[in-house]
């Protein structure tokens, strides 16, 4: 029986040495504001976001499904949409663009006191969440689909001027990866 566990470890390490696995890394290019009204019960805003990936792995391929958009005030999820799903190439960085926008009540009983607090200031931090699939491909070998976290913190957003819109300082985003998986019904 330990023959076998030192036989998959050996096997493991070298797996790791000749693919290296890391996991993709995830950047925002740019987030525009170019809509936001804020009433006691409601929310209608539209921003525009690129998304940059990055694979600079030489013998892996990723397959990402359609990619859920939630863009969060703290607690306060103040826009959600989503990014169309994509393959991505060895040693290849892919930028994705859209455009998310919703126009929808608070659910009962949401404290927008600290949003409105803010927007005296005239300035958002806002955090940004994608949720995905991805399929890993090392030559012919697939993977099953597995759950993906990203999470970027630290967008910074001025609000808008009458006639123009507005875009996100985002050079210091750190945007992390989390891949998701269940252990019986516990998610880790």
């Known amino acids: 029986m330990a023959d076998i566990g030192e036989a998959a470890a050996i096997a493991d390490v070298v797996f790791w040495v000749l693919y290296r696995l890391h996991r993709p890394s995830f950047s925002v290019s740019s987030l525009q504001l170019s809509k936001f009204n804020l009433t006691d019960t409601s929310l209608a805003s539209t921003f525009d976001l690129t998304l940059i990936a990055r694979n600079l792995k030489k013998k892996i391929v990723f397959s990402y499904e359609l990619i859920a958009v939630k863009i969060f005030f703290g607690d306060i999820s103040i826009d959600d949409g989503s990014l169309p799903g994509f393959t991505q190439a060895t040693k290849n960085v892919t930028t994705v663009k859209a455009v998310i926008s919703s126009s929808c009540p608070f659910p009962d009983g949401t404290d927008v006191s600290p949003l409105k607090s803010n927007l005296k200031n005239k300035n958002l931090l806002l955090k940004l969440t994608l949720d995905t699939r991805v399929e890993v491909k090392i030559r012919k070998l697939k993977t099953k689909k597995l759950r993906v976290r990203v999470n970027c ?13 507005t875009t996100a300082t985002t050079m210091n985003v750190k945007c992390k990866v989390d891949p998701r998986f269940k252990i019986i019904k516990w998610t880790v």
């Open 153 to 165: 913190d630290g967008i910074k957003i001025s609000l808008l001027t009458e006639k123009s819109s």
